[in-house]
C-alpha cells in the first residue's frame, strides 16, 4: 500500500519539552511539507524539502526545526521556543499532485 | 503574494442537491490548482488536480473547473449525498518546480438526509 504515515497519531507535551513528529512516505515522492492547522484557520506551512538534504522555511518557522537525510522520511521537532504549539500537524508529499498523512494532534500540558 | 480565499465558509443543503463551491486567488501566475476534501480530525484526500493548462477536470460527481485569467476556480458536486458532508479546500501551486501551495481556509460543507 502506498501512501504516508505519521506517527504518533496523539502526543502530549509537557513545558520546555522538545517533541519529534515522524512522517514517512513510500510514495517516491522528492517534495514533502509540513503544516499546522489550528481550529477555523486554513493550512500554514513550516517547511518543506524539495530534495534529500535540503529544506527550506515555511510561513511559521520559528520554534520549529527538521531534517531531510532519507527521501522517504521528513521528521519534524517541536522546540521548547515554540510558544503555541497546540495544534494539528499534517504532512505532505508531492511530485506535483500533494497527498496527505492522517496527521498529529500536539497537546501542551 | 498570493491569497486563496474560498465563499461561503459554510453551507447546508438537502440531499440530492446540486451545489458549487468557490475558490478565488489574486495571482493568475499558478502552475496547477487543487481541491481536497477533510473531515473532521482527519488528513486531507486529494479530489482533483488541474494543470494550469487545463480548463476543468472530472471525477465521478465531482467537476472542477479553473479560469486563470479572473483567478477563480469552481467544485461542482451533483447529487449530494450526506457522506459528501466534509471541508473542502483549495490549494495553488504558484511557482514551476517549487511545488510550493497555498491554501485557502475551505468551505465546511453539510448535506442534510
Known amino acids: 500500500d502506498g501512501g504516508i504515515t505519521q506517527s504518533p497519531k496523539y502526543l502530549f507535551r509537557k513545558e520546555g519539552q522538545n517533541v519529534t513528529l515522524s512522517c514517512e512516505q513510500n510514495?517516491?515522492?522528492?517534495?514533502m511539507y509540513w503544516y499546522r492547522q489550528d481550529p477555523g484557520q486554513g493550512l500554514r506551512l513550516i517547511y518543506y524539502?524539495?530534495?534529500?538534504?535540503?529544506?527550506q522555511k515555511g510561513d511559521i518557522a520559528e520554534g520549529y526545526s527538521v531534517s531531510r537525510e532519507k527521501k522517504e522520511s521528513f521528521p519534524l521537532t517541536v522546540t521548547s521556543a515554540q510558544k503555541n504549539p497546540t495544534a494539528f500537524y499534517l504532512c505532505?508529499?508531492?511530485?506535483?499532485?500533494?497527498?496527505f498523512g492522517p496527521g498529529t494532534r500536539l497537546t501542551v500540558l | 503574494k498570493q491569497e486563496v480565499t474560498q465563499i461561503p465558509a459554510a453551507l447546508s443543503v438537502p440531499e440530492g442537491e446540486n451545489l458549487v463551491l468557490n475558490c478565488s486567488f489574486t495571482?493568475?501566475?499558478?502552475?496547477?490548482l487543487q481541491w481536497f476534501r477533510q473531515d473532521p480530525g482527519k488528513g486531507l484526500t486529494s479530489l482533483l488536480l488541474?494543470?494550469?493548462?487545463?480548463r476543468e477536470q472530472t471525477s465521478g460527481r465531482l467537476n472542477a473547473s479553473l479560469d486563470k485569467s479572473s483567478g477563480r476556480s469552481t467544485l461542482y458536486i451533483a447529487a449530494s449525498q450526506p457522506g459528501d458532508s466534509a471541508t473542502y479546500l483549495c490549494?495553488?501551486?504558484?511557482?514551476?518546480?517549487?511545488?510550493?501551495?497555498?491554501f485557502g481556509t475551505g468551505t465546511r460543507l453539510k448535506v442534510l438526509a
Open positions: 505532505a508529499s508531492s511530485n506535483n499532485e500533494q497527498f
Open positions: 510514495l517516491n515522492h522528492d517534495a
Open positions: 524539502s524539495q530534495i534529500v538534504n535540503d529544506f
Open positions: 495571482d493568475s501566475a499558478i502552475y496547477n
Open positions: 488541474i494543470q494550469s493548462s487545463q
Open positions: 490549494a495553488v501551486s504558484t511557482t514551476s518546480g517549487t511545488y510550493k501551495y497555498i
